[in-house]
């Protein structure tokens, strides 16, 4: 009965995690909507549903504390409690990219610029994609799974670099608008980061499964998945 009761309150949390994890992928949907509309309103909605993912963090957090506190995990059932903690803090560190991106959005109004918005609307599935396994594969501690994931991180990169480079053309032909390629510059960096972080979520999946710490570093040369 006690091992019964103990199972629904980690499952209860998990569906907040996922719930955690549904609010930032709408949430750097509609940043980069918002950007490629020039919607001032959806991003400034944006900036006031961060305080509420932020809100939602902190709950999470406390609830795992209070298991932890009453329930005295080992093992496993630590390692899991353990990486929620981490996994939520990545969520709204990503809530907080997304944000960045609304803010571009406001500083870009009514700004004369192109932007590579082909590029960046493939960052964001990507990354959104990325993330939605990344929480699957952590749910269900699908650790193969979540070893795999990290490999499409090089997709983003290239994709970041596209963007610098053409910032970097924009500000030679056009220096009066260096300020505003430096947002778009800002606005891939985001993004990057956010896929960068997704990784950190496989490497706690993997940690539940085999109660090693292992950095997902992929070899370019060899694609082989190196243990750091």
């Known amino acids: 009965m006690a091992r019964r009761f103990f199972i629904r309150k980690v499952q209860n949390i998990q569906d907040e995690v996922l719930l955690l994890g549904s609010m930032v992928e709408d949430a750097v949907t509609k940043a980069v909507l918002s950007l490629k509309n020039r919607d001032q309103?959806?991003?400034?909605?944006?900036?006031?549903?961060?305080?509420l993912l932020n809100d939602k963090r902190y709950a999470i957090e406390n609830a795992i504390l209070i298991v932890i506190a009453t329930e005295q995990p080992i093992a496993r059932d630590l390692r899991q409690l353990a990486s929620m903690l981490d996994v939520v803090t990545e969520l709204e560190r990503m809530g907080d990219y997304a944000k960045g991106i609304a803010k571009v959005t406001v500083k870009l109004h009514e700004v004369e610029i192109k932007l590579p918005m082909h590029e960046i609307e493939l960052m964001a599935e990507l990354s959104i994609s990325m993330l939605h396994r990344a929480l699957t594969a952590f749910i269900e501690e699908d650790a193969q799974s979540a070893a795999q994931i990290p490999y499409e991180d090089d997709a983003v990169d290239k994709l970041y670099e596209n963007i610098y480079h053409q910032s970097v053309e924009l500000m030679m032909a056009e220096p009066h608008n260096i300020d505003n390629s430096n947002l778009i510059m800002w606005v891939a960096h985001n993004l990057e980061r956010l896929a960068?972080?997704?990784?950190n979520i496989c490497e706690r999946t993997v940690f539940i499964?085999?109660?090693?710490?292992?950095?997902?570093e992929v070899d370019e040369q060899d694609e082989d998945l190196d243990v750091v």
């Open 41 to 51: 309103a959806l991003a400034k909605q944006i900036y006031h549903d961060d305080l």
């Open 209 to 216: 499964s085999t109660g090693e710490l292992m950095e997902l």
């Open 196 to 199: 960068d972080r997704v990784t």
